[in-house]
């Protein structure tokens, strides 16, 4: 059942909120090694009065897990949606689709396997979480470069 064509106002709407998305579920991936790094410089000059979390554990507040994650899976169901919306243009069966609705399953997992535990674990005052953050943000970065590729190129099409 065709809903939209490619160039209608109902394609473009589900399109740009899925660019939305996107921007919302990524952006904590890339700003979060600089926050890291300025939260840690600042943490080795206490400032007096201030008894609030310091360094990498005054983070956690700001990247909201549950925004995020939403936003991640948001993000794949408006391109789902968009494939469904495609006039034909674009099919479930082609290579690149499968390949992006993998990747996706993975990014998926990565954060609210690995990530969120991670944070929560970073809020409780264990170091270790810090490495392991660094890590599930770094593959986030991967996957996304991954389905960026895919999504442009289209491979097997």
Same mark, same amino acid.
């Given at each position: 059942?065709?809903?939209?064509?490619?160039?209608?106002?109902?394609?473009?709407?589900? *399109?740009?909120? @899925?660019?939305?998305?996107?921007?919302?579920? &990524?952006?904590?991936? *890339?700003?979060?090694?600089?926050?890291?790094?300025?939260?840690?410089?600042?943490?080795?000059?206490?400032?007096?009065?201030?008894?609030?979390?310091?360094? #990498?554990?005054?983070?956690?507040?700001?990247?909201?897990? &549950?925004?995020?994650?939403?936003?991640?899976?948001?993000?794949?169901? *408006?391109? &789902?949606?968009?494939?469904?919306?495609? #006039?034909?243009?674009?099919?479930?069966?082609?290579?690149?689709?499968?390949?992006?609705?993998?990747?996706? &399953?993975?990014?998926?997992?990565?954060?609210?396997?690995?990530?969120?535990p991670a944070q929560?674990?970073?809020?409780?005052?264990?170091?270790?979480?810090?490495?392991?953050?660094?890590?599930?943000?770094?593959?986030? @970065?991967?996957?996304?470069?991954?389905?960026?590729?895919?999504?442009?190129?289209?491979?097997?099409?």
């Amino acid at each position: 059942m065709l809903l939209a064509s490619a160039d209608s106002f109902g394609y473009r709407l589900f *399109f740009l909120l @899925h660019i939305v998305a996107v921007v919302a579920a &990524f952006a904590p991936a *890339f700003v979060w090694p600089v926050l890291n790094r300025h939260a840690r410089l600042n943490a080795e000059t206490p400032v007096e009065g201030n008894a609030g979390p310091v360094g #990498s554990a005054a983070l956690t507040g700001v990247m909201n897990p &549950f925004v995020h994650g939403s936003a991640i899976v948001l993000a794949g169901l *408006f391109g &789902f949606a968009l494939i469904g919306m495609s #006039s034909e243009a674009w099919k479930f069966s082609q290579t690149w689709v499968s390949m992006g609705l993998v990747l996706w &399953f993975i990014m998926i997992a990565i954060f609210f396997v690995g990530l969120v535990p991670a944070q929560r674990a970073l809020r409780e005052g264990k170091v270790a979480a810090e490495q392991r953050l660094a890590m599930f943000y770094g593959s986030l @970065h991967l996957l996304l470069l991954l389905q960026l590729i895919d999504m442009i190129w289209k491979p097997g099409l």
